[in-house]
Each structure stands twice: as structure tokens, then as C-alpha cells.
């Protein structure tokens, strides 16, 4: 889901200037904005979940025994 959502954000905003890059530049470089460019964002973004994602699992294991204890 996230990677759709931020692909597909970047790619529509991207979208908005579609009419000025296509006459200011070329095809190969229509293609490095619409394709290259969202793909290297979005590992960047990923590259930066991971950073807190083990936080986050213990955090939700945490409540989840809490939820099996009933204090939650």
C-alpha cells in the first residue's frame, strides 16, 4: 500500500507539469522524471521506514500483550 501511495502521489504531482517537461525536454529525460525519479524517492522513503520499523514491532508486540492480558 505504501508503495503505490507514494509512487502514485509523486507520479500525479508530477503529472500537473507533464504539458511544460514534455515541450522543454526530451523523451529520455521525460522518462528518467516519470519513472526513474519515483522509483529512487520511493527507496529513499522506504530506506527511512526501516530506520524506525524496529521500534514500532516492539511497540505493537508490547500491546498486543497487553490486549492478551486485558490492561490495555
Known sequence: ML???IQGGITA???LGLGFV???FSSQTMFLFFVVVPYLLNA???FLFYR???KDV???EERTAQV???TF
Open 22 to 24: 514534455a515541450e522543454a
Open 13 to 15: 504531482l508530477m503529472s
Open 52 to 54: 524506525v520499523y524496529p
Open 68 to 70: 492478551a492480558a486485558g
Open 44 to 46: 529513499v522513503y522506504w
Open 3 to 5: 508503495f503505490s501511495l
Open 58 to 60: 516492539a511497540r505493537q
